[in-house]
């Protein structure tokens, strides 16, 4: 079956403009995250949907950054006033809920903040 | 709070040689799973091995082993046979119940011809 799609592939932007990052995941699949990975860094945690709960929004590193996911399925994480630091490369994941159930993530969204 | 400690930043390993990636954790709860990932150059993360907690024997897959060691709580990942196609970031992650998962800082893994 289809794996988790994220989209645009890659992103360039200008400092200070809002971009928004797509994530569509596995059907099914009740839980969804959001990761940041900066250049030969390890995964940053964002935020976690699980379910019809509310998000764990803990890792958001500021007010800029949000996310919802709509009808339980596909997400979209908004970046507002953009900045360079923002630069990253976006994973989304997603999997069945429980502690034995495998992450599968997609390609990634490169983000380059000019 | 849960954590996932990687001591090993970059491993090198002669191809066909065996190699063993460290991965210790910390939690109190008995039930948990535990997951290592693949990141090559190209960015994507493969998922390569799980262990549940309950898991009496030591997961295998392929080339791919986890030595399940839960009174040191350790879950470190041997490759046996080591291939040039297996140099990458390796993560190691944790996930208990419904919380979220909790990803090690990595180890890069090069193998030398």
């Known amino acids: 079956g289809a794996g988790v799609s994220q989209s645009p592939s890659n992103k360039v932007t200008e400092k200070g403009k809002d971009v928004e990052l797509r994530c569509d995941p596995i059907s099914g699949h009740t839980a969804l995250y959001w990761y940041r990975q900066s250049l030969g860094q390890g995964l940053e945690f964002l935020i976690y949907f699980q379910g019809n709960s509310a998000p764990d929004k803990s890792g958001l590193p500021s007010d800029r950054f949000s996310a919802e996911r709509t009808g339980g399925s596909v997400s979209t994480l908004t970046i507002q006033r953009t900045q360079q630091e923002d630069s990253a490369v976006y994973l989304c994941?997603?999997?069945?809920?429980?502690?034995?159930?495998?992450?599968?993530f997609g390609p990634g969204t490169r983000l380059l903040v000019l | 709070a849960q954590k996932i400690t990687q001591t090993q930043p970059g491993m090198f390993v002669q191809e066909k040689e065996a190699v063993t990636l460290d991965c210790t954790y910390d939690t109190s709860d008995q039930s948990y799973g535990l997951f290592w990932y693949k990141q090559p150059s190209s960015g994507e993360m493969i998922f390569l091995i799980y262990?549940?907690?309950?898991?009496?024997q030591n997961a295998t897959e392929g080339r791919y082993s986890l030595n399940f060691q839960k009174a040191r709580k350790s879950a470190n990942l041997v490759i046996s046979a080591s291939q040039l196609g297996d140099s990458a970031m390796y993560f190691c992650a944790m996930r208990r119940g419904y919380q979220k998962v909790t990803f090690g800082t990595g180890t890069k893994l090069q193998v030398i011809p």
């Open positions: 262990q549940g907690s309950y898991d009496e």
């Open positions: 994941a997603s999997s069945l809920e429980g502690s034995q159930e495998t992450q599968y």
